[in-house]
């Protein structure tokens, strides 16, 4: 099975930023809605931001203002500028499409620690 690969992750101060991407498989991926989600250790899996196919974008409250989502749809890949990190955005980020359509990927790790 083919799945969603997401990279970019890494160990940050807090303030600082990080830019994750995320590949996807298949020929679909244009007309579909895609979103980064994130789990916390100890808590459930949650979306934090969507881009429709026409790149209208949606953050939850949580996010808005400090990350952006992005895609190139030549490229498959949908993106996430992560600016003035916290401590609460530690956590595994995931893409998938919105709904979830393709097989979930290995997540990438995001840690802001001092």
């Known amino acids: 099975q083919v799945q969603l690969a997401e990279s970019g992750g890494g160990l940050v101060q807090p303030g600082g930023s990080l830019r994750l991407s995320c590949a996807a498989p298949g020929s679909r991926f244009s007309t579909y809605a895609m979103g980064w989600y994130r789990q916390a250790p100890g808590k459930q899996r949650e979306l934090v931001t969507t881009?429709?196919?026409?790149?209208?974008?949606i953050y939850a409250d949580s996010v808005k203002g400090r990350f952006t989502i992005s895609r190139d749809n030549a490229r498959n890949t949908v993106y996430l500028q992560m600016n003035s990190l916290k401590f609460e955005d530690t956590a595994v980020y995931y893409c998938?499409?919105?709904?979830?359509?393709?097989?979930w990927g290995q997540g990438t790790q995001v840690t802001v620690s001092s």
């Open positions: 998938n499409s919105v709904p979830e359509r393709y097989y």
């Open positions: 881009i429709t196919s026409t790149s209208t974008t």
